[in-house]
């Protein structure tokens, strides 16, 4: 059986999310693994569609300070689970989402079976690294005010 209640948080989303349950988020920040950041590299084993999604998540995600090293493997079964999808989409597209079978009924081809279990791995393993609103549902970001060059240099001479 698996663990019981919602799954732990990683204390950085806390930290953004702000600290409801008063926990000492800075000692518990220090005792957590630390793992080096990703070489945006891709690996060998990604070609074609999975190669592509690779240089289009990687960067994104390494700006988002969640792609580490021991993330690669993670976003290596993502791109491939996008190329599958891709696959067994042009394969819908190409045959339809049913066939007729020995009885003369339609059911669903296997490929259109397929397309919604990529589905459903894709979506969560985006949500793991907040690629979707709900994701980053309640993630508090403070972003700096952008400040006019101009004003601010008028503001220190005084004109």
Request: hydrophobic share 35%.
């Amino acid at each position: 059986m698996g663990r019981r209640g919602p799954r732990t948080q990683p204390t950085e989303v806390k930290i953004f999310r702000g600290n409801p349950g008063k926990e000492n988020l800075a000692a518990k920040s220090k005792s957590e693994p630390k793992p080096a950041d990703a070489s945006l590299t891709p690996p060998d084993i990604l070609e074609g569609h999975a190669l592509a999604m690779w240089h289009r998540r990687a960067p994104q995600l390494a700006a988002m300070k969640v792609l580490t090293d021991a993330d690669r493997e993670t976003l290596t079964r993502y791109c491939i689970a996008w190329e599958l999808y891709i696959l067994a989409y042009a394969a819908v597209k190409g045959a339809g989402l049913s066939s007729e079978i020995a009885s003369g009924r339609r059911t669903t081809t296997p490929e259109a079976t397929l397309i919604r279990g990529y589905h459903a791995d894709l979506l969560q393993i985006e949500r793991e690294f907040g690629l979707t609103p709900s994701g980053r549902a309640g993630i508090k970001v403070d972003h700096a005010e952008e400040q006019d060059t101009l004003a601010s240099f008028l503001n220190e001479t005084g004109s």
